[in-house]
């Protein structure tokens, strides 16, 4: 005669990625996209200022004008 078979039953793991941790995670994606964003943005202004500034400053270099 051969020994009983034994069958043990687990339930499923849930799944370990809830609502909140879906919506923290997004918001969390989102503010790192914005923050890049706004870095990116400063970043540009300041070359633009620059470029500027010296645009300016070169121009005025020439020779004294006749007319003030």
Do not use: C, N, Y
């Amino acid at each position: 005669m051969q020994p009983p078979v034994i069958v043990k039953l687990v339930e499923p793991k849930r799944d370990p990625t809830g609502i909140s941790d879906v919506i923290i995670g997004a918001i969390g994606l989102t503010g790192a996209i914005l923050l890049l964003a706004v870095l990116l943005g400063a970043m540009i202004a300041v070359v633009m200022f620059w470029l500027r500034a010296r645009r300016l400053r070169s121009s005025t270099d020439g020779p004294p004008s006749l007319h003030p």
